[in-house]
């Protein structure tokens, strides 16, 4: 599901309700979310797809500006 750019004025109101209803603001914002667990995993969520994947690069399409993950191997 795609959602509409809503410019600056809607993503304030919509950073508003993700407080006042104690939600994540990456659920309500369509932001991609990383999360690291030491040298072991990395678990990502809401992102467009994989643009590049090698064992030492990772390149995510994400919905504003870009995303990569380099290291030794990943």
Do not use: C
């Amino acid at each position: 599901m795609r959602r509409k750019s809503l410019g600056e004025e809607g993503k304030k109101w919509q950073e508003s309700i993700a407080e006042l209803f104690e939600l994540p603001k990456e659920l309500l914002l369509n932001l991609p979310r990383i999360t690291l667990i030491g040298d072991i995993q990395m678990l990502l969520e809401n992102y467009g797809g994989i643009i590049q994947y090698n064992g030492e690069l990772l390149r995510l399409k994400v919905r504003e500006g870009g995303g990569h993950s380099q290291r030794e191997k990943i």
